[in-house]
Structures are given as structure tokens and as C-alpha cells.
């Protein structure tokens, strides 16, 4: 590797000579993304353009407030920024209502409970275990502690999520919100039953949308924004933009939302992340990016076929979306051992639980792929193909030292053809 690289452009020699601990991870972590395989479903490559506004100077900027009612002076330059961003993101996803400034899925999720709960409220929600998120009522969150969470699941026999099970329970509990969406569930959802649920007990219809809200931008799945009364999401996913968060809501909600996001959860926003955002939102609108948003579904359709050829099973069947959850029992490997084989072996995927898993979150029988970062990079079918057999591969034989690195070499061939970040 050398010690410099012209990616980081003009000012990285300064850096090097300040700072050289620093500009060493730089370069390291830069030749980590470049030379291993990139799994991890919520992760991707942003744009060049996009990593641009997060090192530039509206860093510096405190902008507490929104455009035209900010709290300090000379907001005028990122006010253009925050309002470009807001109608991008009205006009691709059709919103009425948009707040860019939530530093991040969590955040935006603090913020939804707040605008439309109050503690102790009983907020519907899928279980984390079943494919659901840390926010969505885990006990060692702000949400499980705060609020009481009644949890609903998928089916044992199809793995998808029990509609039936859904609306017994909002019947019995009368929510004052119901929120759909998760982080490890393949499939689509259905918005239109999950909304007829809600009118039926009077209940905010809330989308948790962040894993799939890039193939939405896509046009590639369906959109829960006609729906939902809020949709909340990170930024960084499939949609590819700078680490952050963002909230689509109906215009009666607008005031409330936004004294949640401001005063309510934060202070100043990140207006070189608020850049980011709208940056990205622009190359979402275009058909080249409609295109990767389809090519991210057909891929990962791909690569979990590729994996079921190799005597695993994916769960639900297979998948609709960016990710595939893999049931690896049959390899007598758990997803402990088969995330750290495969990080030994130039492959970064995380272990994740299945539905009704026999053992434990720490342990899991399973291992959760995504196909939003070798798309971006460029691959298709036929290098799906050849990762479900390196994975595979990994499982099996990375144990030991000298086949992870011989893995680790394909790994590094493949992923040669397909450079992230050209020098
Ligand atoms: N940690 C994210 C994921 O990997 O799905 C969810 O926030």
C-alpha cells in the first residue's frame, strides 16, 4: 500500500505530516473497503460527490433551526443547502413533509416516538429477534424502557410477517402506534394492509423504512409514503448517501416532527451531513440509479440461490429486497464462527439471528448478506455466483489460516476487477 493516495485529494499530505496515526487508518480503512468483499446489508460506497460535502467547511456551521428560523446569525449559505435538500426529497419520494437533520436512523426514531407518543404509551412493533430493530421496543433501548411494547413476529411455517397476528394484536392493545419495518426481513411489506390495521384501531402508521428505503428512491419496490403517516430512514443505506437520518411525514404532522427532530432531540443539525443528504437525494432522482436500485434486488437474488446450491437455506425463501437471511444450520457452523471464518477470509457480513433461532443473539444460526456495496462497485450475476461460493468456502474451510488466505486472495482478485475509489 502506499502512504499516500491522490483519493483523498490536495490536503491528505497535510494531514499525514500532522496527524500520521490518523492518516494511517485513512489509508488502511480505505484499502479494507477496496480489497474485501462488502456484505454488510446497511452498508455501501457513497459517491465521491457526497464524501466532498462531508469534508468541507459547512462543518463548521451552527445552523439551530430550520431555513428562515435559525438561532445564530450567518445561516444564510446553509439555508440554500437545507432547502434544496427538503425538496428533493419531497419530490423524489412524493412526500409532503421532509426533516433532513436527524443525525441518524436512531435518532430519527427518537424523534417519531416523540412527535406522536408519550411514555408509557403501547406502541406495536415487530420484535428484534423476528428481523426488527433495537428501536422497535428492545428492552435495553429508550424505547423498551419507556414505552410498553407489544411485539408481533413472522410466521413459524413461511417466515413472513403474521398480518393476522399484526391485527389480533392491535385489536387487543389499541396502539397509539403501529410501526412495519425491519432490519433483517427479505421480504416486502404489505403498507396497505398495515394501514387498514391502523385506521381500524386509530393508530399512527409508522414505517421504519431505512433498510429499504434506497430501492423505493429506486422505484424498484413499492412505496409505504402514500401510506404512512411518518416514514423514517437512514441515509446511508441502499440510497447510498453520507451516515445520517431523515424523516418523510404527512403535512399534518410537519410542526410536530420537526419540534421533535428541533428542540426536541437535538441541538444544532450536521450541515455538512444535511449537504450529504441532498447530494445524495439528486443522484437518486436519476435512471442510472433506478437501474443499480433493480440491479441490487436481482443480485441479491442471485447470491442467496448461489448460497441455497450450497446446501444452505435461505430464509423466507429468498428474497425481494437488498439482503437475504441465510439459515447456515446444515453447515454445522454457527454465525459466530461462520462471521469471524469469513472475516478472516476477505468477506464482511455479520451473523444474524433467524426467526425463532435456537440459539442465542450472541451465537445465531444464521448470517445476513446484502447486495447494495458490490453493486455499487459494479458486479453482477455472474460475481453473486462466485461469492455465495466464496462464502461458502469460508464457512467451510476458513478455520484454518492458510485456506482463509487463500480465500482471502480470491477475494482480493475479484474485488480488483471492480475498484471502489479509483486512484
Ligand atoms: N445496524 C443497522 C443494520 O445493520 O441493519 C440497523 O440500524
Wanted: proline share 6%; hydrophobic share 40%; aromatic share 6%.
Amino acid at each position: 500500500m502506499s502512504t499516500s493516495d491522490t483519493f483523498f485529494g490536495p490536503d491528505f499530505p497535510a494531514l499525514q505530516a500532522q496527524d500520521p496515526d490518523i492518516a494511517a487508518v485513512l489509508l488502511s480503512e480505505l484499502e479494507r473497503q477496496r480489497h474485501n468483499l462488502q456484505l454488510i446489508a446497511s452498508e455501501n460506497f457513497t459517491s465521491p460527490a457526497v464524501l466532498a460535502t462531508l469534508g468541507s467547511t459547512l462543518s463548521n456551521k451552527y445552523a439551530e433551526g430550520y431555513p428562515g428560523k435559525r438561532y445564530y446569525g450567518g445561516c444564510e449559505e446553509v439555508d440554500k443547502v437545507e432547502v434544496i435538500g427538503i425538496e428533493r426529497a419531497k419530490s423524489l419520494f412524493g412526500a409532503e413533509h421532509a426533516n433532513l437533520q436527524p443525525h441518524s436512523g436512531a435518532s430519527a426514531n427518537v424523534a417519531v416516538y416523540q412527535a406522536f407518543t408519550k411514555p408509557g404509551d403501547t406502541v406495536l412493533a415487530m420484535s428484534l429477534p423476528h428481523g426488527g430493530h433495537l428501536t422497535h421496543g428492545s428492552k435495553v433501548n429508550f424505547s423498551g424502557k419507556w414505552f410498553n411494547i407489544v411485539s408481533y413476529g413472522v410466521r413459524q411455517d413461511n417466515e413472513l410477517i403474521d398480518y393476522d397476528e399484526l391485527r389480533d394484536l392491535a385489536l387487543k392493545n389499541a396502539p397509539r402506534m403501529i410501526c412495519t419495518g425491519a432490519t433483517a426481513y427479505p421480504s416486502l411489506i404489505d403498507f396497505e394492509k398495515v394501514r387498514s390495521i391502523c385506521d381500524e384501531v386509530g393508530a399512527i402508521m409508522w414505517v421504519d423504512a431505512a433498510h429499504f428505503i434506497g430501492l423505493v428512491a429506486g422505484k424498484a419496490i413499492p412505496s409505504p409514503v402514500p401510506y404512512a403517516d411518518v416514514v423514517s430512514f437512514t441515509t446511508h443505506k441502499v440510497l447510498r448517501g453520507p451516515r445520517g437520518g431523515m424523516i418523510l411525514s404527512k403535512a399534518e404532522h410537519a410542526a410536530a416532527i420537526d419540534k421533535a427532530v428541533f428542540p426536541g432531540m437535538q441541538g444544532g443539525p450536521i450541515m455538512s451531513a444535511v449537504a450529504g443528504k441532498a447530494v445524495a437525494l439528486k443522484e437518486c432522482a436519476t435512471p442510472a440509479y433506478q437501474k443499480y436500485a433493480k440491479d441490487v434486488i436481482s443480485n441479491c437474488q442471485v447470491l442467496a440461490k448461489s448460497l441455497e446450491e450450497e446446501g444452505m437455506r435461505a430464509v423466507s425463501g429468498g428474497t425481494q429486497t437488498h439482503l437475504a437471511l441465510i439459515d447456515i444450520r446444515s453447515t454445522g457452523i454457527n454465525g459466530k464462527v461462520a462471521d469471524e471464518r469469513c472475516g478472516l477470509s476477505g468477506i464482511t457480513l455479520n451473523k444474524n439471528a433467524i426467526p425463532y433461532d435456537p440459539e442465542s443473539p450472541a451465537v445465531t444460526s444464521g448470517i445476513r448478506v446484502g447486495s447494495a456495496a458490490t453493486t455499487t462497485q459494479g458486479m453482477g450475476a455472474p460475481e453473486m455466483k462466485e461469492i455465495g461460493s466464496l462464502i461458502a468456502r469460508a464457512i467451510k474451510d476458513g478455520g484454518e489460516p492458510s485456506k482463509a488466505q487463500a480465500i482471502s486472495q480470491d477475494v482480493r482478485a475479484l474485488t480488483a476487477k471492480f475498484p471502489v475509489y479509483p486512484r
